[in-house]
């Protein structure tokens, strides 16, 4: 290995690790396999390959092919691909495939909050949108949450609501102290609802409490109205288009923001008007993607995936709006403590948490 003085260049002080070097090689390899995959993930819950093979246990590829009506060559090498990514077992003496049963729940079952088929499909939407980054990058502008194709705002909704439904009711309002004040009667708002499933959840949970849910973004408010009537509670619960600094409405017992104040633009703003709605001894549930203070606490896998939506969704979103604090995915309770305050609210706890997220308690009084 030579070194070199030429301007500009600094001189090589060692030689390369070469077994470190083809190492990182592999697993970058690695990583273009785990890119793709997002892609074969969404087909295979789109074209009902995870339910069949949950539904009828081991399968050669024809008999995959014929039970989800689907052409062979691409039934086959799909199950390769899911072989070689170790999600699914094959076995070389029968030439039949296996979705292990703890596989199929996080691919088949919507309501365990270990499903993650709506993971891979916003994760498949925000590369396929982070072309336009390249140059918002260069000159620090945003990209809003309309921009982005569908798979984003479906891919959110169905990797969230799992979580909120095992445990929404049950565990986080109840840590927060509400959940007796809902069951009497309580007025609540739930800001940044997108489609509306921890409106319609809680509205569901709490006939006689009362909802307004809103959102910047008109389609999804489109559906979430769809999905009230649906549910049978649209008559209790109202949805508007409006930011986190217009909705109406005061006295509210309780206002939720889940899974949104970091891509707000301005969450200070956002926080003040929060406090001018909620009642005396009203309460703000702030539950955000699971973080730590620093850097440090966040190199893990959720941590990696939350650094990336952050990156390429959460940040964007922010800088397309007034303000553009841009928090982050991964702002932690110190930074959101920061946000509150200067809000004028009195005190913030950390009351819950899950592997993904971190629920907040805010009160105006300490």
Known sequence: MTTTDQPGQQPLQEPLDEQRLMSFV??????????????????????????????????????????????????????????????????????????????????????????LPGLFQIALGTVADSQRLVDVVRRGGGVGWPEHSGDVHEGCERFFRPSYRAHLVDSWLPAVGVADRLRAGAAVADVGCGHGASTILMATAFPASRFVGSDPHAPSIDVARRRAEEAGVADRVRFEVTDAAGFSGTGFDLVATFDSLHDMGDPVGAARHVRSALADDGVWMVVEPMAGDRVEDNLTPVGRAYYGFSTLLCTPASLSQEVGLALGTQAGPARIRAVVEQAGFGSLRSAAETPFHRVMEVRVAV
């Open 26 to 115: 592999f697993r970058a390899v690695d990583e273009v396999g785990a890119t793709l995959n997002a892609a074969l993930v969404v087909l295979g819950d789109k074209l009902g390959w995870y339910e069949a093979l949950a539904e009828r246990g081991p399968m050669t590829a024809e008999a995959l092919a014929d039970a989800a009506g689907t052409a062979l060559p691409y039934t086959r090498e799909w199950l390769n691909a899911q072989a070689a990514g170790s999600f699914v077992d094959y076995d070389p003496t029968t030439g039949r495939y296996t979705l292990p049963p703890e596989h199929a729940v996080a691919l088949t079952d919507a309501d365990s909050p270990a499903y």
